[in-house]
């Protein structure tokens, strides 16, 4: 009875630590082998030629969210099921696991090439929004080129156009105003660079192309009041038979200035451009007779 306890204690002290040092490795080894066995079956369906079963594979992948395992299934069965009802649901999958894994280009191309295919398919509408949201996100940052973010911008006014009552107008406008500002701050840089290189004839002409533009902009403000310092300084660098016209356009872009924002901040330096611009303005007219009698 003793010798029977004493081993059963034995191999409590023994056996239970060696429990606590194994288990995370047993957990391990589980868990490997349920991947592996998962992979397997994955890299079976990859191989079978059963359309049906992949078909119902793909779309379980999908439903449980595992868009990479679902595009590679659908990208394969879309050929073999050209014809078959389940053809047209397999190319919206596909489109949009492209889109889910931020493959923005693939995803706006597959569901431009769904909504021509299906025009009159239940996804029609929510693939022209989705390839105007690939787009959308694809466009790049404001200060490089904004030639995608053109695109993006025609693609949603086309979306607003087909669906002028759509659930999904707010989204599709939401996504313009901020591809416009996008462009409104593009816009502003590049102007206000030609100010920076003083190249100021080529900024007075961005900058009031931008306020003719965008008429409502924040950087509204500060486009006129760099304007007005542009046309002083392209008057102060000029030879002297321009100077007398570029000095009056100065002083009418004050006016159009102070008229519009008569609080600004940069108030004083306006009035100082403006002071300088026609005390410049009479000592020509002063010097003009002198030079005539001579």
Known sequence: MWRLTFDSALSSVIFVPLMQTFRPIFFLLLLSTLVLGSCTG????????????????AIKYYESGDY?????????????LKGRPEAEKAQFYFANTNYKQRNYTLSAYHFKTFYDTYPNSQYTEEATLLHAKSLFRDSPGYELDQTNTYTAIESIQEFLNRYPESQFRQEAENMSQELQKKLENKAFESAELYYNLRYYQSAVVALTSFQQQYPASAYNEQAAFLKLSAQYSLARESVEEKQRERYLEAVAFYQSFIDTYPQ??????????YDQSRAQIAKMKETKPTAANQ
């Open 42 to 57: 994955y890299q079976k369906l990859l191989k079978s030629t059963d359309a049906n079963a992949k078909y119902t594979a």
């Open 264 to 273: 600004s901040k940069n108030l004083k330096a306006a009035e100082n451009m």
């Open 68 to 80: 990479f395992k679902a595009g590679t299934l659908l990208e394969e069965l879309i050929p073999l």
